[in-house]
């Protein structure tokens, strides 16, 4: 169990790039869940895969937003035209039912 | 829609003092609610893990208790360390993706 990797740590970008993370999960687990959280506050829930299926999407994720999950292994998460509102950090979860387990998150600065 | 919140936002206090950390949500119907550390800059490290069915986990110097019906959860700190300071954050699972609702967190401060 090698934990939850996230990358890059830190990502600075000017208003209207694309951007893209990544998220590699514990093997074991097949439920892996995007959140992202702005300073001072709770994370707040993007999306979730069962396997390689994006199941859920909040109102949060916009147009500009696509996530996938390809094979059920490791997930991506980009960022269309960036904008200065989309600065915060984003994590990464994996879990089985309830065992949570994130990762230590990719910190987005859009300039 | 389940919400959570947490009191107080910010809290310091001496080292060795025992604290209360506390978490509502307005949504009783919950199969769990978890308390989350995090470190600055950092991601979540869970710490402890209520089932609906059950009414307080220990692990440690950490005791959190469930009351369901009256929305309630605390996390209580015996003996504080300077290390103990981070944001402690409650989650309670919602949604058909079990997905977690968060409060805001507490950020708490202890002072050698």
């Known amino acids: 169990d090698t934990g939850v990797s996230q990358d890059p740590r830190h990502k600075i970008t000017k208003r209207g790039q694309n951007v893209t993370f990544r998220c590699d999960p514990i093997?074991?687990?097949?439920?892996l869940y995007w959140y992202r959280q702005t300073l001072g506050q709770g994370p707040e829930f993007l999306t979730y895969?069962?396997?390689?299926?994006?199941?859920?999407k909040s109102r949060l994720l916009s147009d500009r937003f696509s996530a996938e999950r390809p094979k059920g292994s490791f997930s991506t998460l980009e960022i269309q035209r960036t904008e200065q509102g989309d600065s915060a950090m984003y994590l990464c979860?994996?879990?089985?039912?309830?065992?949570?387990?994130f990762g230590s998150g990719t910190r987005l600065t859009v300039v | 829609k389940q919400e959570v919140t947490q009191i107080p936002a910010a809290l310091s206090v001496p080292e060795g003092e025992n604290l209360v950390l506390n978490c509502s949500f307005t949504?009783?119907?919950?199969?769990?609610l978890q308390w989350f550390r995090q470190d600055p800059g950092k991601g979540l490290t869970s710490l402890l893990l209520?089932?609906?069915?059950?009414r307080e986990q220990t692990s440690g110097r950490l005791n959190a208790s469930l009351d369901k019906s009256s929305g309630r959860s605390t996390l209580y700190i015996a003996a504080s360390q300077p290390g103990d300071s981070a944001t402690y954050l409650c989650?309670?699972?919602?949604?058909?993706?079990?997905?977690?609702?968060f409060g805001s967190g507490t950020q708490l401060t202890v002072l050698p």
């Open positions: 093997s074991e687990h097949n439920r």
């Open positions: 979860a994996s879990s089985l039912p309830d065992r949570y387990t």
């Open positions: 989650a309670v699972p919602s949604g058909s993706a079990r997905q977690l609702t």
């Open positions: 895969f069962q396997n390689e299926a994006q199941l859920e």
């Open positions: 209520i089932q609906s069915s059950q």
């Open positions: 949504d009783s119907a919950i199969y769990n």
